[in-house]
């Protein structure tokens, strides 16, 4: 087993430091202080701990040289984790001083929950620096998920457990038939999607019965249809004489939670519509170098 010492001089190690560096910092000051209460607090805890641990594993992997040894795409792994963390990283430098912040605060308590956020948000554009020089440039060959339709790929996951989330709230997804039909699309293109990646990092594609490159166009444009009747279906299930009640401030009100869904299934319609483009660009009209 050798050692690549040379690899950590290289600008992506240098980012990687960066990110563990700044997720045990971020972590760190929030534990001293107990400041994690509650599920979103958790899930920020939760975050920075799984970043920071991943980040730890791939650097010692690749300084030891053992991680392109792996049977499994090493160049896709590493690219879908970095979107992956800068994606966690965001969300958790939003919601953190949403939920610990927003009540007036002070003294030593407040001095770390503010740092702690400061260090998640420089942390989030660490891992935004790494996906930048890892992806893919246009006719240069790589790997699929460091291409912009296979960041787009992880992209789309990571809203899809959003929307999970979100409606998971009193079992928003269950009250009628449209609201059913929305959650079975946003299921239904997750677990495709996944699947994609999953195959992807484990270099199972040349086991499909048919050419990746036409599947993917052919799922792209049925997610884009599914998320179109979504698109319409959804709001008009959720708001159609259903105001906002009074006293929904907060992030736990059942109309809140409707409103997020509503604006995270946009975003994944526009996410899948910009990937059937990307797709149908690199098959169709990109000649070989």
Not at 47 to 55: D, E, G, L, M, P
């Amino acid at each position: 087993m050798g050692f690549a010492w040379r690899s950590l001089i290289a600008p992506v190690s240098i980012a990687r430091f960066f990110q563990i560096f700044l997720t045990c910092t971020a972590f760190s000051l929030v534990a001293s202080v107990n400041g994690y209460s509650g599920p979103y607090g958790v899930w920020c805890m939760f975050t920075w701990c799984f970043c920071f641990i991943v980040s730890v594993l791939i650097v010692v992997l690749e300084m030891t040289e053992v991680g392109p040894r792996l049977p499994l795409s090493w160049e896709d792994f590493t690219s879908a984790f970095a979107m992956l963390a800068t994606l966690m990283i965001f969300t958790t430098s939003i919601m953190y001083p949403s939920v610990f912040l927003a009540s007036p605060c002070s003294g030593h308590t407040c001095a770390c929950k503010g740092s702690a956020t400061a260090m998640s948000i420089l942390c989030f554009i660490a891992y935004a620096v790494e996906v930048g020089l890892t992806r893919a440039k246009p006719g240069e060959i790589s790997g699929f998920l460091s291409t912009v339709p296979g960041l787009l790929k992880v992209f789309e996951a990571y809203v899809a457990c959003l929307i999970f989330s979100l409606l998971d709230n009193n079992h928003l997804y269950s009250i009628n038939s449209g609201r059913q039909w929305c959650m079975a699309v946003f299921c239904i293109c997750f677990i495709i999607t996944v699947l994609i990646i999953v195959l992807t990092i484990g270099r199972l594609l040349t086991s499909l019965p048919l050419p990746f490159d036409k599947l993917l166009i052919g799922y792209n444009i049925l997610a884009v249809l599914m998320y179109i009747s979504a698109a319409i279906v959804w709001p008009i299930f959720s708001f159609k004489d259903y105001p906002r009640p009074p006293n929904c401030d907060n992030y736990k009100c059942p109309w809140n939670s409707l409103l997020g869904a509503t604006f995270l299934t946009y975003i994944n319609l526009v996410a899948y519509i910009v990937d059937l483009v990307y797709s149908t660009r690199m098959v169709f009209f990109t000649t070989p170098a």
